[in-house]
């Protein structure tokens, strides 16, 4: 059986009209990833039980407090028990009021410029989600800062954006806490989130995705798709780890 990834979406603040082609986008390329999705923007699918099947949950464009306690409760469960996580772009701004959930995506969001065309720089070519990306990648989407530094909780950062490619006039009159270079993407080996008894699984994050037309570009999806392979690769998870504590046996 398929590796199996619950995608969750629901959100309580801001919402972005990418989420349904982002759904779309990621249900094309369930074949090529031989995984399967279950989307749902249902908190009560927040359930030990229900999370036990899935080999990661991916936070999609996510804002605001999308889980009750109980919820929380079971997240943080499924992260102690080795669960993988994915987090894409809004998802930093969720859940503000879970200091586990904060670690596990590495930083929550702080502000964004306008959306305009931008660059961001490439600094590890070796990791799943870059290696199809050029040394420079130029796109329209917005450029994230963030409220700490995701290095601060282990993180690798993968992409940084180029300061000099934008236009950020607050930058001026604000304290940048995320570190430099400017962390876009990063990946967790061990995700912070868990509890020091738990069996960390991997985390993976990106800032980016705020358009519709970003989910139709190739070198986009070849990014996300990269995280979701290599958060699956953790090995503790029953989809490569028949004595793995959650995920679909095969």
């Known amino acids: 059986m398929p590796p199996r990834i619950l995608a969750y979406s629901a959100t309580a603040g801001f919402r972005h009209d990418s989420i349904e082609a982002s759904i779309e986008a990621l249900k094309a390329k369930e074949s090529a990833l031989d995984v399967k999705f279950d989307f749902t923007e249902d908190k009560s699918k927040f359930t030990d039980e229900n999370l036990s099947q899935y080999d990661a949950v991916l936070f999609l464009n996510n804002s605001g407090i999308v889980l009750d306690d109980t919820g929380k409760v079971a997240l943080q469960n499924y992260f102690n028990l080795g669960g993988n996580f994915l987090a894409i772009h809004c998802a930093a701004d969720a859940l ?100 020091s008894h738990g069996i960390a699984g991997r985390s993976w994050f990106t800032g980016l995705g705020h358009c519709i037309e970003i989910w139709s570009d190739d070198l986009f999806l070849g990014h996300v798709m990269g995280g979701i392979k290599w958060v699956l690769q953790s090995k503790t998870t029953k989809a490569f780890n028949a004595n793995g504590n959650v995920g679909n046996a095969s």
Do not use: C
């Open 96 to 195: 503000r009021d879970s200091p586990f959930f904060g670690r596990q995506i590495g930083a929550y969001f702080d502000y964004h410029p306008e959306i305009q065309e931008s660059a961001v720089d490439v600094l590890d070519k070796t990791h799943p989600s870059t290696v199809m990306l050029p040394d420079k990648w130029r796109l329209l989407d917005e450029m994230y800062n963030f409220e700490s530094d995701p290095r601060a909780v282990g993180a690798k950062v993968l992409l940084t954006a180029d300061e000099s490619s934008y236009q950020d006039p607050q930058a001026k009159e604000k304290t940048l806490r995320h570190g430099s270079p400017h962390p876009i993407a990063w990946y967790q080996e061990r995700g912070a989130g868990v509890e």
